[in-house]
Each structure stands twice: as C-alpha cells, then as structure tokens.
C-alpha cells in the first residue's frame, strides 16, 4: 500500500484504515509495556474485575492520574500539540545530522506523488533516471508517471476480472473473493509489478505525458473505476450461474476493458505512441531523438535491465534464505511473479551499503508512519519520547508487529546514501516523493535503528549478491495469503 502526500502529517492509531497508514500513524512506542499491565493485573484483586466500566473504576483511574504531578504537566503540553512536535526528542537530530560520508553524486530535483499511491512507481522511475542524468550531462530530469500509471490502471483491471473468472465457483462471500472486491486497483505497486509494466510499454519523459488532476488526486478516478469493476464481477458471476461458457465470459471481458480504457482515456489522455525527446545538457549543447516509442527510449535511453533485479525482504516471521510470493498479487497477466529472497536484516543492510558505495540508487519498502518527523525530516525508533509522558514504551518486536496488525509494508522510496563509521552504518540517506517542501528539502535521515525495526524490503542487481542468495530463487515459492503484510505495499 502506497501514500499520498498530505499537507500535514498527524499521528493516528493502529486501528486506522488501510488507505490512512499510509500518512504518519501513531510511533511504534505506543504500545503498552506488557510488563507493566502484568503487574498491574497481578494487583487488582479479583472481587474488582467486572466486565463493564463501573463508576468506581473511573473514581479510581482519576484519584491515581492526579496523584502524579507529572501528570498534569504533561496535560498542559501535549493537549495543545501533536505528539510528533511535543515529545521529540532533541538528542536524535543532533546525533544524526543529514551528512553522509557516502552519497550519490547526482541529486535529481525531488519529484511529488501529490494526492495519490503511485510511491512505488515515482521510486523505481527516480532511480533509473540517476544513470540517465550521468551519461547525458544533465541537470534535471523526470521521467513519466503518469504513463505508467494509466497501463497500470488497465492491466489491474484486467488482472482483476481474470481473477474474477478464476473464482466463478467460490462463495462470493468468501475471504478471497471480499478480498479481491475489496480494492481492485488500488495505486500501490511492488517492485516486480513495476519491471512488468515497463517491460511491457516501456517508459517516457515526463514532458511526453505530463500529470492530469485524476493523476495527482486519484480518488475519484479511483473510485469510479472500482465501482464498475465490481458491477463487471457481478455480471459476470450471474452469467455463469446462468451456464455461459469461458469464452462468451472472457468475450464480455473485452468490452468491460474497452469501457475501463475510456474512463481513463477521458480522465489522462492517451498516452503516447510515438514521441521526440529534446534537451539541453548542462553544458548548453542541444540534443534530439525524433521518432521513438516508448519500449526504443527505454532501451536506448534508459538502458538499465530491470529484469535482472532480485526483491530481498525482511520477515523474521518466516524462515530465511527461503523465496516467497504473495497469492493474487500483480498487474500484468502473464508476467513474471512476484517474488522476494527472504534475509535477517543485517545482510540486507550489508548488500544495501555495497550498492551505495559503488554509486547506485536502492529501491526500498517500509512501513513510513513510524517514528517520523515530517518537519525535520527524520525516521528514528526514540524520535517520540512515548516513555516519558506516558509511562510505556515499545515492547513488541518487528515479527510480533507484523502478526498483531501494527506494521506493514506502507511506502516505496530511494536510498542515495549512508554514513558509516568503521564497518558500521549510522545513518542513511532517503529521496522521497512528497515534494520539495517535506523534511530536509525532500530528503529524509534514517537511523539505521529505524532500518532494522520498519524497512521490508530492497531491490538490488543480481551482481550484488552472492551465489549462495541467488540460489535461492531456484526454490518453489512458498506462497503467503493475499493479506499478508508483506503485499501491503500494493493496495
């Protein structure tokens, strides 16, 4: 599950919607100390416990809140002001200032996803355009969203009602069947659903198919897509109920994509099919390619082979050095799977620092609501003092946040850089896509603390990685449920 940039950031509990934990959700520290309700109940003698809240309970809970001054201290700062802005703590800004011994030499002006979930689409196109700028002297270059986003929108349609064909038998009120009516193409993506769509229609500058408002503010294309869809899902079950054959279904099929094609024809445009590409370099030296489509600019232009990447993710809930896919998740029919190596964190971070020394941009995924400030730019396990004003800090492990619901998969960005002291990282470098104007001018500082408890996953090439990882692919993939955190990204 992917975000969209909001104007301000608040923090909101676990218990928010899929579509809000994309913004910044309440700290990973909120968490009652278990020991300390432990010892709380062992305390509370059994003459006391009821099922409802009674009147003396309240009484109780007041005259103990008032016997603390600290209390009322805390009353008077925090009812006024975010937990984010009240409870920073200073010590981790000036501990990790946004300097870094390694970086990437190139700093591509901050792109903006605006009021929509395409992070992982805005992440991959960011990091292919950093060899770009490099081999044609550039200053600033973007590559094209929106384009992505218009085939991706088609090809999750099309996924979804071939899905819907799959499952004619099961009971529409069924898990897997809800699941799938419940967000059919959602803006978020993952990396290997990427690489399908530009290997399928390639890629363009972003001058070749500029934004739109349904772009940028997706919801209600979004909606209204969703909504016909799942009338399609309806037709298309009575009809088999009714004895129609596949063929006369998949038929039908092809005019419910005609009228999904229009929608997004009359909401974007189309998208090109032929374009001309024309600059200036840094130097002032003017350059132009006439005539090319898409699948020629990505492979004469871009010329990075995406196929030959490998998603490595970190899941203490599931056994290392195995492969994993998510059941139903994709865009593209026909495609490759998706698919992810799973590695303890620290070797994740190792081949992530490598890849960084040697110049090259890292996709990543993360759970981005955690332990964020907006303003400064920061990502850091202790960034809110829960502790102090609470009584309670963090208690559960990142394996126990993913199986009770309080993390997952949110984001999509790029690492450009790490600062490390000896053979240690301290620090890392984030080039997000909320804009200019978030955290340090777009750009985000990351402890590695915060590496180890919310990032997920990262790409890398399959040169950065020994032998022994890749073998790993050759295994039969152990397929997690459709719900699994581990898909999040992509709703």
Not at 263 to 273: D, K, R, T, W
Not at 323 to 351: F, Q
Not at 353 to 360: Q, S
């Amino acid at each position: 599950m992917t975000v969209h940039q909001l104007s301000n950031y608040t923090s909101t509990p676990a218990t928010c919607s899929s579509y809000a934990r994309h913004y910044l959700t309440k700290n990973g520290q909120g968490h009652h100390d278990s020991q300390a309700i432990t010892n709380s109940v062992a305390m509370t003698k059994h003459d006391e416990a009821t099922k409802d809240i009674t009147t003396a309970q309240l009484s109780s809970y007041k005259d103990e809140f008032d016997s603390d001054i600290k209390n009322k201290l805390a009353t008077l700062t925090i009812s006024r002001e975010s937990y984010t802005n009240a409870l920073e703590n200073r010590e981790v800004f000036l501990e990790h200032p946004p300097v870094f011994s390694n970086k990437l030499a190139i700093d591509a002006p901050i792109t903006n996803q605006m009021s929509s979930g395409r992070c992982w689409i805005f992440a991959g196109l960011n990091m292919l355009r950093q060899k770009m700028m490099k081999e044609y002297n550039l200053d600033s270059l973007e590559l094209s969203q929106p384009y992505l986003f218009f085939y991706d929108k088609l090809e999750k349609s099309n996924w979804f009602l071939e899905n819907i064909l799959a499952t004619l038998d099961d009971e529409l009120d069924g898990r897997v069947v809800q699941y799938l009516l419940k967000d059919p193409i959602g803006d978020g993506g993952q990396w290997d659903m990427f690489v399908a769509l530009i290997e399928k229609y390639g890629v363009v500058p972003k001058e070749a198919y500029p934004e739109t408002y349904h772009t940028s503010n997706s919801g209600q294309m979004d909606g209204l897509v969703t909504s016909r869809l799942r009338e399609y899902a309806k037709i298309l079950r009575n009809e088999h109920a009714q004895g129609k054959c596949a063929g006369e279904l998949r038929a039908h099929k092809r005019h419910m994509l005609e009228e999904v094609h229009r929608i997004m024809a009359i909401s974007l445009g189309h998208p090109p099919e032929k374009l001309t590409w024309a600059f200036y370099d840094k130097d002032k030296k003017f350059h132009e390619f006439k005539d090319i489509t898409p699948q020629q600019f990505y492979k004469d232009h871009v010329k990075q082979d995406c196929t030959n990447t490998v998603s490595l993710i970190n899941d203490p809930r599931n056994d290392f050095m195995k492969k994993y896919t998510v059941d139903l998740l994709g865009n593209v029919v026909g495609a490759d799977k998706v698919h992810y190596i799973n590695l303890p964190v620290e070797d994740i971070k190792r081949y992530a620092a490598a890849a960084i020394k040697a110049g090259r941009p890292v996709w990543f995924g993360c759970d981005v609501g955690k332990c964020h400030s907006r303003n400064k730019g920061m990502m850091d396990p202790e960034l809110i003092d829960y502790q102090t004003a609470f009584n309670f800090g963090a208690s559960t492990t990142k394996a126990e946040r993913l199986q009770y619901g309080e993390s997952l998969m949110t984001h999509a960005m790029v690492l450009t850089g790490a600062h490390v002291d000896g053979d240690q990282v301290i620090r890392w470098r984030i080039e997000n896509s909320w804009g200019k104007d978030y955290g340090n001018s777009g750009y985000l500082t990351m402890t590695d603390k915060w590496f180890d408890e919310f990032v997920y996953q990262i790409v890398l090439e399959k040169d950065d990685l020994p032998k022994e990882v890749l073998a790993v692919l050759d295994q039969d993939a152990v397929v997690l449920p459709p719900w699994d955190p581990m898909g999040a990204l992509a709703k």
